[in-house]
């Protein structure tokens, strides 16, 4: 395949029929009558000097979601490749989706963006798939990105900037995947290798977090430090004490089940730091307040931490 000169909008290309993408967009959506076009529009602004496809599953929205799908889909038909359910399949199986589209995806990289999340660099797949293209040894790149709040007005930095901090990229290996989360889905492009996506299929809790991981025990990773989207953050997040312990020990169950399959001491630590974060917001959430001393004295964290999280306790206890 014969790349463009320079990266034009992917909206203004125009590629023969027999010419493959090198990239497949994967967006997932339901429901997001409110947010798509601005997912979608994220993807048509993209600058690129190579043919991409997107690849819309709209899961039986009940909204105007699928309308505006349709759409695009009347406006560029040799770009936009979507699905539309007639019967959502989240509810009836997860990773099913995932399966999908990662089956009818023909690019040899995949980038991922939600329906409720968009981009904002149009230089965004550019950067990434170049990168990729010249270091076959990554397998998974990653970019910085903003998080607009509940109100749909204010923007603020990712979970991770002091991490991050002024670095022009990270190595992504499994200590920094399992301890600070950069791989947010809306930045993320992979390379289509059907191994890696296979392996990650056997594994039950389907999550992101099981699917990067699966990349990153197959190769490297790599975080670019520029800001290249927006994740929306949605009511009903995880901002209560009840929730975020219900968040806790649902990722202690897939990392269990990662390490039984893995079996690492990264995967272990990891464990141990979540069933801390456990302890924390059970005592937070239960009504007697009473100091979990076995609970404390069973993780297998240094001594020094277990101190602190009894000080912690302690400290909230008090103030009651």
Same mark, same amino acid.
């Given at each position: 395949?014969?790349?463009?000169?320079?990266?034009?909008?992917?909206?203004?290309?125009?590629?023969?029929?027999?010419?493959?993408?090198?990239?497949?967009?994967?967006?997932?959506?339901?429901?997001?009558?409110?947010?798509?076009?601005?997912?979608?529009?994220?993807?048509?602004?993209?600058?690129?000097?190579?043919?991409?496809?997107?690849?819309?599953?709209?899961?039986?929205?009940?909204?105007?979601?699928?309308?505006?799908?349709?759409?695009?889909?009347?406006?560029?038909?040799?770009?936009?490749?979507?699905?539309?359910?007639?019967?959502?399949?989240?509810?009836?199986?997860?990773?099913?989706?995932?399966?999908?589209?990662?089956?009818?995806?023909?690019?040899?990289?995949?980038?991922?963006?939600?329906?409720?999340?968009?981009?904002?660099?149009?230089?965004?797949?550019?950067?990434?798939?170049?990168?990729?293209?010249?270091?076959?040894?990554?397998?998974?790149?990653?970019?910085?990105?903003?998080?607009?709040?509940?109100?749909?007005?204010?923007?603020?930095?990712?979970?991770?900037?002091?991490?991050?901090?002024?670095?022009?990229?990270?190595?992504?290996?499994?200590?920094?995947?399992?301890?600070?989360?950069?791989?947010?889905?809306?930045?993320?492009?992979? $390379?289509?290798?059907?191994?890696?996506?296979?392996?990650?299929?056997?594994?039950?809790?389907?999550?992101?977090?099981?699917?990067?991981?699966?990349?990153?025990?197959?190769?490297?990773?790599?975080?670019?430090?520029?800001?290249?989207?927006?994740?929306?953050?949605?009511?009903?997040?995880?901002?209560?004490?009840?929730?975020?312990?219900?968040?806790?020990?649902?990722?202690?169950?897939?990392?269990?089940?990662?390490?039984?399959?893995?079996?690492?001491?990264?995967?272990?630590?990891?464990?141990?730091?979540?069933?801390?974060?456990?302890?924390?917001?059970?005592?937070?959430?239960?009504?007697?307040?009473?100091?979990?001393?076995?609970?404390?004295?069973?993780?297998?964290?240094?001594?020094?931490?277990?101190? $602190?999280?009894?000080? $912690?306790?302690?400290?909230?206890?008090?103030?009651?």
């Amino acid at each position: 395949m014969v790349n463009l000169k320079e990266p034009i909008a992917i909206s203004e290309q125009n590629w023969d029929d027999n010419i493959s993408p090198l990239v497949s967009i994967q967006c997932i959506t339901y429901n997001h009558e409110k947010y798509i076009k601005d997912a979608i529009e994220g993807f048509l602004m993209q600058k690129t000097n190579f043919p991409v496809e997107i690849l819309i599953h709209d899961d039986a929205s009940t909204d105007r979601t699928a309308e505006i799908i349709r759409e695009y889909e009347l406006r560029y038909p040799n770009l936009f490749k979507p699905i539309y359910q007639v019967e959502n399949q989240y509810s009836k199986k997860k990773g099913v989706i995932t399966r999908i589209q990662n089956e009818r995806a023909k690019g040899k990289y995949i980038a991922k963006c939600e329906g409720d999340d968009y981009w904002t660099d149009p230089l965004k797949l550019q950067k990434q798939v170049a990168f990729l293209e010249e270091n076959p040894e990554y397998v998974l790149s990653c970019h910085n990105y903003q998080i607009l709040d509940f109100d749909g007005k204010s923007l603020r930095k990712e979970y991770e900037h002091k991490f991050v901090n002024n670095k022009e990229s990270i190595d992504i290996d499994e200590e920094v995947f399992l301890n600070h989360w950069i791989t947010k889905t809306l930045s993320v492009v992979l $390379i289509n290798d059907p191994k890696i996506f296979n392996e990650n299929s056997k594994i039950k809790n389907q999550r992101d977090l099981t699917l990067f991981y699966t990349f990153i025990k197959n190769g490297k990773g790599i975080f670019h430090n520029f800001y290249g989207g927006v994740y929306r953050k949605q009511k009903g997040g995880v901002h209560s004490s009840n929730s975020a312990l219900q968040a806790e020990k649902e990722t202690l169950k897939i990392l269990e089940e990662l390490n039984f399959i893995y079996n690492t001491k990264a995967l272990q630590k990891k464990i141990q730091f979540v069933k801390r974060n456990i302890i924390y917001y059970n005592f937070k959430s239960s009504d007697s307040k009473s100091i979990p001393l076995r609970e404390i004295r069973n993780l297998k964290i240094s001594l020094k931490e277990k101190f $602190i999280l009894l000080g $912690i306790l302690i400290y909230n206890k008090l103030k009651i």
